[in-house]
């Protein structure tokens, strides 16, 4: 009740994981750890879905339906009918 | 001869340095406040940052000013390049998110500002928060530089600079009170007009109370909930904002409570009051998600369907009653 973050769209496979130890560098919520064969996953429920971890995964071993976190911009799309939410837009951006 | 081609090709490197200077403050102060929000734009391209060498290293950033200067004034005495991408003015996190600051226009502008002359190695310093929008292992393959994350802040970069080694403090997003306080401006602006016609109506139609209800709701929602966010109970920032907004409109319905005459009436007011001022006040703090390091999409996208139709019913059932009440006490029904 009162928190709707509890779960989150984050999977990892450590089977495809080479251990580059990029997804613990890029992780601004220490989601990932590094460790001696492959990233630990080891706080999930932190994760924002800000897709750094994917991008940054040279195997794929990471998917996250990631996108901004943000409620205006998720109400104007959804306000407009338009698919695409994301911050930052040319005349009335939300966030700087 | 081959030089003079190089060098013909080359855009111009721009001369940089560390001072913050009264017309930057200036600036920043607009950029907080919303003035001309995509005016505060630093040229794309490449900087000299004091009097860098080929070996110097080179550090990438957004073309929003706040993202330039801050960059610029925590490298103090250190010879480097800076190279500034075309974000349209937006911070990093922010054009990361959109991917402006992204693999494609870094890869873009390593290739026209002739970077592969300037200096005679491959290595690039992107802050972490780019890593949203760019690839490093796909910027390695179609440049050839190797992309490194340094630190969240600015600030930490003296010290990363001399490992290249971030610790795990370095790496975390913090979303501190001054964090936080900087943010205020630019939200408030965007509700000042609003705010300011609805309680013009207000008063004009003689509901002096409601109108300095509707201000207090608003301010609560815009000023008071980004300094209270950590310490208002609850995770959801709906639910946080109703309580902030639910005490606001508990004053307002005791003022109105011991004013009015009528038993009727005032049962009216009450509810009128409880009913318009938590929902304005819980929209504001729902979107102020946006503002934050921390909020998920999927947990946004649930906040948004379990709340806002209740702020929806609230805010449409108490503007209703609104209406009705003051349509009764102008006419003089009761």
Request: aromatic content about 10%.
């Amino acid at each position: 009740m009162f928190n709707s973050y509890e779960s989150n769209t984050l999977e990892y496979d450590p089977e495809l994981c080479i251990n580059c130890g990029m997804c613990s560098i890029v992780c601004p919520h220490g989601v990932f750890s590094p460790n001696e064969k492959v990233a630990r996953l080891v706080d999930p429920g932190s994760c924002m879905e800000c897709g750094a971890c994917q991008l940054n995964c040279p195997t794929g071993a990471i998917s996250v339906d990631s996108g901004v976190g943000c409620a205006y911009a998720m109400i104007l799309a959804a306000l407009k009918g338009t698919e695409e939410v994301s911050c930052g837009g040319d005349d009335s951006s939300c966030c700087k | 001869m081959s030089d003079i081609i190089t060098l013909s090709t080359r855009s111009e490197i721009r001369p940089a340095n560390s001072d913050i200077t009264f017309e930057d403050h200036m600036d920043h102060i607009k950029a907080r406040w919303g003035v001309n929000r995509s005016s505060h734009r630093v040229e794309p391209g490449l900087y000299a940052l004091g009097s860098p060498a080929p070996d110097s290293q080179v550090l990438v950033t957004a073309n929003y000013t706040l993202s330039f200067d801050k960059l610029r004034s925590s490298l103090k005495g250190i010879d480097c390049y800076i190279l500034v991408l075309d974000t349209r003015g937006i911070n990093v996190w922010c054009a990361a998110g959109k991917g402006t600051f992204g693999t494609g226009e870094l890869v873009h502008r390593i290739k026209t500002t002739g970077l592969y002359d300037v200096v005679n190695h491959r290595i690039l310093i992107l802050p972490q928060l780019g890593a949203t929008g760019v690839a490093a292992h796909e910027v390695k393959q179609q440049s050839g530089f190797k992309v490194e994350y340094g630190p969240v802040r600015a600030e930490d970069l003296p010290e990363y600079l001399k490992t290249h080694k971030a610790d795990p403090e370095m790496r975390e997003v913090h979303f501190t009170l001054p964090d936080r306080f900087v943010l205020i401006p630019v939200d408030f602006v965007k509700v000042l007009l609003p705010m300011i016609l609805a309680a013009f109506l207000l008063l004009l139609v003689g509901e002096s109370l409601m109108a300095a209800g509707i201000v207090s709701a608003v301010l609560a929602g815009a000023v008071l909930f980004p300094i209270l966010l950590p310490w208002l109970p609850t995770t959801d920032f709906s639910s946080k904002g109703f309580i902030l907004g639910g005490l606001v409109a508990l004053i307002f319905a005791a003022f109105s409570f011991f004013g009015q005459a009528s038993g009727w009436l005032r049962a009216g007011w009450v509810l009128i009051y409880m009913l318009v001022l938590p929902p304005i006040t819980a929209y504001l703090a729902l979107n102020f998600t946006g503002s934050t390091t921390f909020t998920s999409v999927t947990g946004v996208r649930r906040e948004i369907f379990t709340y806002v139709p209740v702020m929806g019913y609230m805010f449409g059932s108490g503007v209703l009653l609104l209406i009705i009440l003051t349509l009764i006490t102008i006419f003089g029904g009761l």
